[in-house]
Each structure stands twice: as structure tokens, then as C-alpha cells.
């Protein structure tokens, strides 16, 4: 029903006001509430000190454990491999710990080669990139999700105790791929519970959600998750080229928020970000999406770096009641946007606009 409105006659210098029935209910209008950056972003920097992180630092993997956020950044340095960097946060916006040395490294043989798919999706020859960070449950095991590049580009998955983790002992189990030979694969994200008693993968969004369920995450090596791209444009809209999942998903109390990269279809030279909410109990169901992407390129270190108009989001965590949403700055910096939680769930499910313009959070 369209909200009657004042009636302004000038001519006649006068104004009518049409009353509403009597029982007529005022329509609430819906609260928005934007992502709003930090004033000291980037976070995470490359560091000439360190030449295996010497020239980028970006996309992390994050996990909130023990109420600190703990980081798995992608790193290129020196010899133009990708590798995991360690840093850690007590309040999500300043990083008090960062190892100085790379905490994991996908092995890409004695000599590795230039290799042109993963060189456009980032710039390295090789290794590892865009960690995703799980913990299922109360389960005393990290799964991270991440892209292996030295045969093309394709989804490896490994994991580690929490114990360890946290002690830092960098107990990896060995990588097993997990996405087919021959084909480029990315940002493949674990649920962090199990949906219908099973374990969840989100693989694809083209734009449908496509997802696989497992008994359990033991990959042998030979088992493939068939995923595809099947490319669909959303007709009109600023995500009408979806590129795909960000971080792992959120439980809301209306389903799961996940985040997503897209493009405009006018514009190929910008990556944005967006969020919808899925179904609960059957994830393939869109409950409601963004109408405008709720982060889009738009500071120096968004537009300078190994790639302009860049911002990748790869991890979030909420934190005392707060979202905090990380992603990549031009392929080259670690950031930080934060939102009130449940405010930015309850506009996004009521379908309200993102602010565009998002502003600068001030240290206090």
C-alpha cells in the first residue's frame, strides 16, 4: 500500500492533509546498517623484511578462537610463490601478533614454472592462495579450504587440531584435492555445522547456490566434488557476473549470511562485494539478497596494488555482537570493515539498501 503523502497547493498558499483510517498502521521503515571501514585499514601489509612476504599480502583465511581473531593471509614475496602468513587480533581491528615466518606452504615441486592461471589470480608462479578457516561444531579440528596453483587452479582441503593451532605447532595433514583435474576451481567454503547430519560444501555460485553434503570430510585423493559454472547473468543488476563465495557462512537467526564477489556487467575492472542470507535447513534456497554490493572498491589501497579495484572478502567473524568482515585491497593489503550484526542481518533479510557511501570508523 503507497503511504499517503502532503498535499501542496503553492498557488493557493494553502496545505491539505489526507488522514489515514482510523486503524491504519504506519509502515516501519527498515534500518540500514553499513559496513564501515576502519581508519587504520590496511591491517596487514607486505613487509620487505620478510622476503617471502615482501610484495603482497592479502585475502585471509579467519578463524575467531579463544574471543581472538587469528589470520591465515595470502603472502607472495620474493620468489613469486603463494604462501600463508600468521597474525592474530585481540579486538579484530589491530593485529598484536605476526609470525615471521609463512605457517604453510602447498608444495609445488624443486622448480616451479610460471604458471598463467595463477599468476591472473593474484600474481604468483604458484603455491597457495584464498584460505578459508572452519571449525564444525565443537569438532577439535580446523578444516581450511584453499586454492592449490600449481596445476592450474584447483580446491585443496586440509586441516590441523585446534590444540595445535592455538600453540602454534603446525601440524598440517596432508593436502588432498578434492576439485577434478583439468578444471579451475575457486572459493569453495565448509558450512561450520553440519546441515541434516552431514557435512556441507558450498562450491559454486553461478548464480544458483549449488552445494555438496559428505558423511564425512575423508577425501581419498580420487573422489572429485563435481562443481560447474554455468555463467548465468543477473540481467540489471550490479552482481550480474557472481565470481563467488567469500568467507565461510554465518549462522543468523534467519539462516546463513555469506558473502560473495561479483562484477557488473558494465564494469569488469572492479570486484565488489555482496550478501545474502540462505535458507537454514536447505542452503540452495536464497532467502534474500543485497540489492547494492555492501563493499565496493573505493580508497587508495583498494585501487593501488598488484590490482586495481579490488576488494576480495575471504573471512568473518562476529565479536562481541559486532560483524567483522576482512578481505583483500587490491590484491596487495589485508582490511577490515564492521557492522553491528544483528542490524546488518535484519536490514539485509528485510531487503534495505546498503549504504554505498561507507564511511571510516574512527579510533576513540
Known amino acids: 500500500m503507497k503511504t499517503k503523502k502532503k498535499i501542496i497547493k503553492s498557488s493557493a498558499k494553502r496545505v491539505v492533509v489526507r488522514k489515514k483510517k482510523n486503524g491504519s498502521k504506519k509502515k516501519k521503515s527498515v534500518k540500514t546498517a553499513a559496513l564501515v571501514r576502519h581508519s587504520q585499514n590496511p591491517i596487514i601489509s607486505p613487509n620487505t623484511k620478510n622476503g617471502?612476504?615482501?610484495?603482497?599480502?592479502?585475502?585471509?583465511?579467519?578463524?575467531?578462537?579463544?574471543?581472538?581473531?587469528?589470520?591465515?593471509?595470502?603472502?607472495?614475496?620474493?620468489?613469486?610463490?603463494?604462501r600463508f602468513g600468521y597474525a592474530a587480533s585481540s579486538d579484530g581491528f589491530h593485529v598484536d601478533e605476526r609470525l615471521s615466518y609463512p605457517v604453510y606452504e602447498h608444495q609445488v615441486g624443486q622448480r616451479p614454472s610460471f604458471n598463467i592461471f595463477s599468476y591472473f589470480s593474484g600474481g604468483s608462479f604458484g603455491g597457495s592462495e584464498d584460505s578459508r578457516i572452519v571449525r564444525i561444531g565443537d569438532e577439535d579440528t580446523l578444516y581450511m579450504t584453499y586454492t592449490a596453483c600449481d596445476e592450474g587452479l584447483r580446491v585443496a582441503l586440509t586441516s590441523m587440531k585446534v590444540k595445535d593451532f592455538l600453540n602454534k605447532r603446525w601440524n598440517w595433514k596432508p593436502p588432498v584435492l578434492i576439485s577434478p583435474p583439468g578444471e579451475v576451481h575457486k572459493n569453495w567454503v565448509i558450512f561450520p555445522e553440519k546441515i541434516g547430519g552431514k557435512y556441507a560444501i558450498l562450491h559454486s555460485i553461478s548464480p544458483e547456490i549449488l552445494i555438496d553434503y559428505f558423511d564425512d570430510l575423508n577425501f581419498d585423493g580420487r573422489t572429485y566434488v563435481k562443481s560447474f559454472y554455468d555463467g548465468k547473468i543477473r540481467k540489471n543488476c550490479w552482481d550480474s557476473w557472481v565470481r563467488g563465495a567469500g568467507a565461510p557462512p554465518i549462522k543468523t537467526e534467519y539462516g546463513w549470511l555469506v558473502f560473495y564477489?561479483?562484477?557488473?556487467?558494465?564494469?569488469?575492472?572492479?570486484?565488489?562485494?555482496?550478501?545474502?542470507?540462505?535458507?537454514?535447513?536447505?542452503?540452495?534456497?536464497?532467502?534474500?539478497?543485497?540489492?547494492?554490493?555492501?563493499?565496493?572498491?573505493?580508497?587508495?589501497?583498494?585501487?593501488?596494488?598488484?590490482?586495481?579495484?579490488?576488494?576480495?572478502?575471504?573471512?568473518?567473524?562476529?565479536?562481541?555482537?559486532?560483524?567483522?568482515?576482512?578481505?583483500?585491497?587490491?590484491?596487495?593489503?589485508?582490511?577490515?570493515v564492521s557492522a553491528p550484526f544483528e542490524e546488518f542481518v535484519e536490514a539485509l533479510m528485510k531487503g534495505a539498501k546498503p549504504k554505498l557511501k561507507i564511511k571510516t570508523l574512527k579510533n576513540k
Open 261 to 336: 564477489q561479483a562484477m557488473e556487467g558494465c564494469d569488469f575492472s572492479k570486484y565488489k562485494v555482496g550478501a545474502m542470507l540462505l535458507d537454514p535447513n536447505d542452503p540452495t534456497k536464497i532467502l534474500s539478497r543485497s540489492k547494492e554490493p555492501v563493499l565496493e572498491p573505493s580508497e587508495l589501497y583498494e585501487n593501488v596494488g598488484f590490482k586495481s579495484g579490488i576488494v576480495y572478502a575471504t573471512g568473518a567473524v562476529v565479536k562481541d555482537g559486532l560483524l567483522l568482515v576482512y578481505y583483500g585491497g587490491a590484491d596487495n593489503y589485508v582490511c577490515v
Open 52 to 82: 617471502w612476504e615482501a610484495w603482497q599480502t592479502f585475502n585471509p583465511g579467519v578463524i575467531l578462537l579463544n574471543d581472538r581473531v587469528h589470520f591465515l593471509y595470502r603472502a607472495i614475496g620474493e620468489d613469486g610463490l603463494s
